[in-house]
């Protein structure tokens, strides 16, 4: 059981971050950007992110996120009025699995958010493609309303192509609202990882976003291992938290996808996981809590928000909750886990598989920087404060740190 940190104060957690830090562009060379090294005596160091094979032990197993960001954004334009219609595409709803709904050729259902909603009442939105030199139309009808969002279903005549091309061709890739300008061609390429091939997040793992392919093979050398899982990235990780407090903020869920040859070395437990992203932490750790799910007779695949906190949760060993999960997985015959999470990790929360991180500087009041405060023990004041007067790049296309 872990210090519950519902009553923490948002405030607590906010900083002064001038605009001239939001760094709006890449550098052209995604290894060359600075890295805040916090080293786990607390020393601070600057370095670049093109050392971070001498500062990994040999004995590392480096952990990434391998989503791929869709063009989630489809910007149509009502045929009766003119009216500039966006549906930002969210999750799948029919298939609701993110393979098979790509795979569609038939016609699929998302969960999305839509834009200039009040002109948009009835009737179908339609767009003309050109995919492969092929005219195929597509038209959008949103079937109902939950909530903010709205149940979409995409319909096109063309049967020979699927979803996935559909959404490349017809959508653009949805950049932060922080960078306060349009999509550029050069996005579609500067916020996709080197290594992303798993489509389905609306947000790029930016921790990632500094690695090279000669970066991998240069850790490979040492030694130290790369693996990958996958947490499609929903757009909850552009939400601030509104509330006054923790406790009052709530969680957005988002898939998660482990093999199980990395459960078993999670088991085996002889390397030290540095996660690459929040993302991958909150994978790791969801990994975690959702054997210890099943390990006490439950057989949910979401792990609630507050569960880390809960009197109710067993204090089991990394090796017996990765054992607990292989004894699942064994019962339904997959290699795979595939669940959801809506974890929240804040100061009071007990690591147990991250040993270190690579990330991004977050926006104040995140529950991105909740997680960091976290692992640094509060910490993360006085790395900000050194950043912000050091000149680093902040968010998303910024520079890094290295938390040891």
Partial sequence: MFMNPRSLDIEDFNYELPDSRIARHPLAQRDSCRLLVRHSDGLLEERVFSDLPELLQADTMLVANNTKVINARLRFAKASTGAKIEIFCLEPEFPADYERSFASTGGCSWLCFVGNSKRWKEGALTMSLDIDGRQVTLSAERVAKEGNASSVRFDWDDPSVNFSKIIESAGVIPIPPYLNRDTEESDSSDYQTVYSHIEGSVAAPTAGLHFTDNLFSR????????????????????????????????????????????????????????????????????????????????????????????SEHPDLSVRQSMEALLKHLDSIGSDRLMASTRIIIAPGYRYRIVKGMITNFHQPKSTLLLLVSAFTGGDWKRMYDHAVKAGFRFLSYGDAQLLL
């Fill in 219 to 310: 850790l490979r050398e040492k030694g130290v291992e790369c693996r990958e899982l996958t947490l499609h990235v929903g757009a909850g990780t552009f939400a601030p938290v509104k509330s006054d407090t923790v406790g009052a903020h709530e969680m957005h869920s988002e898939f998660i996808s482990v093999p199980r040859a990395l459960i078993e070395e999670l088991a085996a437990g002889r390397k030290q996981v540095v996660a690459v992203g929040t993302t991958s932490v909150r994978t790791l750790e969801s990994v975690y809590h959702l054997g210890c799910m099943y390990a006490s007779g439950c057989k949910e695949d979401e792990v609630p928000q507050w569960y880390p906190y809960s």
